[in-house]
């Protein structure tokens, strides 16, 4: 009786880790998780890309990037949204992403990492036409619902793309570089000039 009783508490403690393999995050649900992700960006019909969020994001979802803070001047390390709500009508509020390109999907049971190229920010008539990289790591709950969103990307493609008006400093490492130096016309070695 004791036996069983041990046996019975054991596989009781394993079932969680049982359980959790089985849930793990496949190729498929990874997939899955990018496609819903790049239709809310884009959200070409509002009305799909907010259902797909709900879908997607657990209600308490906290999203973290400082990429978007420097832009919005906000202290580093802070969140940018601390829920689904916040998160999914502040995303709808901005434009889309016209044009989204998967670079990669890295994944493991419960996390991935969606690294992605953004082309058309800013619209039309952007003042300059930088594409702008990044790289999205999600946390995923045991439904496959994000509850951690972190996003880091070129903040400085995305500023000049949007109109930012960007200077550099007079002075030190970081300073405007100067005109590169006139190419000098050589000859090919041996050919005499004259």
């Keep these: 009786m004791q036996l069983t009783t041990i046996l019975t508490s054991s596989l009781l403690l394993l079932l969680p880790a049982v359980v959790s393999a089985w849930s793990c995050l496949s190729d498929a649900d990874a997939q899955d998780i ?3 992700s790049i239709i809310f960006l884009q959200h070409r019909n509002i009305t799909q890309a907010r259902e797909v969020a709900t879908e997607l994001f657990s209600p308490d979802i906290v999203q973290y990037g400082d990429s978007i803070n420097i832009l919005r001047a906000d ?12 998160y999914i009508e502040g995303t709808l509020a901005a434009p889309g992403i016209p044009n989204i390109t998967t670079i990669a999907i890295i994944h493991d049971c419960n996390s991935l990492v969606f690294f992605w190229q953004f082309e058309g ?8 036409k930088n594409r702008v990289r990044g790289m999205t790591y999600q946390q995923m709950d045991d439904n496959n619902k994000v509850i951690q969103h972190d996003v880091e990307f070129n903040s400085y493609a995305w500023a000049e793309n949007t109109g930012f008006q960007i200077s550099y400093p007079e002075t030190g490492t970081y300073a ?19």
């Design 34 to 36: 990018v496609d819903k």
């Design 75 to 86: 202290p580093l390390g802070t969140p940018v949204y601390e829920n689904a709500t916040a």
């Design 121 to 128: 920010i800013g619209g039309p008539n952007a003042p300059v």
């Design 176 to 194: 405007q570089p100067e005109e590169p130096p006139a190419k000098v016309r050589r000859s090919p070695r041996g050919a005499r000039m004259g």
